[in-house]
């Protein structure tokens, strides 16, 4: 794969330390109208993504503004676009992720796109599970560009060679030995960042190789607090534990993709997050098979917790109906979700979309989605909000993340957490 230049790197340091950014991008004077698009994408990978969009965008005509905050898609990024709202001036578009849509939608902030998902078929080409998430009411009120997946363990390849090319870990324990290996040859086994998302990542794919499927489903999607019981509850905790004492004590202050960066350099064995990881190392030349490895977080096989990035448009905003429709077509063009997500690392929200192109993690991660969607173990990811609505999921990200930092022990996290899950925080 020809190696991309990472694009220019100022800016995109600026947003991650929680600032925000503008590119306004000229076009000639007789050109037509302003699209103002607001999203999350701020890392080296997102960029290379993104800018697949603003491209497409242009050569419609169309002018393109953006700001883009750091956050991913958490409360930081939903803060900046509630204040937008707040004070009358509303991006044309948003990025925006699972539950999130509906609270918008509900607040009567979204407009609806029944007309052309009729037009274009979405109904018959966008998997269920994400529907749910797209739709408030039985209506169309955002058009998903992507399926990210988050139970993925992300190996160093000269790293796992150094502790002598171990087997891809199967099981809970074959992975604790693998990281007590690699902390035996001096290296740092386990890569992660300061944010709550990111430590609830880890305690996803922990919940549900602990419990199952079935009990993820109930407990974290359908929210039926008898589906976790305590002693399950503390398991998952004491699991949390194990893993974070293979956490060096950076992690506090590091954003996800200087995590990523770790591994890529060889600086950490591994790191458990979502595909968007197989973005960042393919902007830099990197292969599956030959510089990492990707491997299902253990006992989590035939299960994807996915994470769709989706658009929105907001009532008020720039942009004719004729700009607006243009946006949409492209977002939903099996070839425009071809294009990025052969950089983002994430696969097509469209089940029409041939493989092609994209690299073994991405191939496997496409064969993953078809049985796990026919098997229904593909299911909402917890930590980016498609598991269960913002209130729940704020809950959930507190008390991982302070239970991660030492704050709560084993059983004080295990009963906050059955009360997260019966709505009594
Ligand atoms: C997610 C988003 C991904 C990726 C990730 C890390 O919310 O869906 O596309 O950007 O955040 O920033």
Redesign the pocket.
Known sequence: MPQRKPPHRSAVEYAALGGLFCVSLALPANAAERLDIMH????SG?QA?IEVLRERIRAQGLKWHEQAV?????ARYIDALRKRVASGRPPSAS?M?GFEIQEWAKAGHLESLDEAAARNQWDEVVPFGIQALSKYQGHWYAAPI?V?STNWLWINQRLLEKLGSPPAPDTWDDLVLLLERARAAGMIPLAVGWEA?EHTLLFESIAVSTGGAEFYRRAFVELDAEALPLPLAIRIFERMRVLSRFVDPGFRQRR??QATDMVRKGEALLQVQ?T?VD?EFALHGMQPGRDFQCFRFPDTQGVVLF???QYVLLKNGPGSQAARRTLLNTLMDPDFQAAVNRR???IPARVDVPKDGFDACGRRAIDDMRSANMRRTMMGSIA?GNANPPAVKTTIYSLVSRHLKGELDDLRAGQALLRALSGDP
Not at 40 to 43: D, L
Not at 70 to 74: D, E, H, L, R
């Open positions: 999350w994408w701020v890392s997102e993504s750091a956050g991913s898609g958490t990025q992720i992507n990210h998302w996800w993709d979502g968007w973005g994470n769709s990035d983002s690392g994430a980016m």
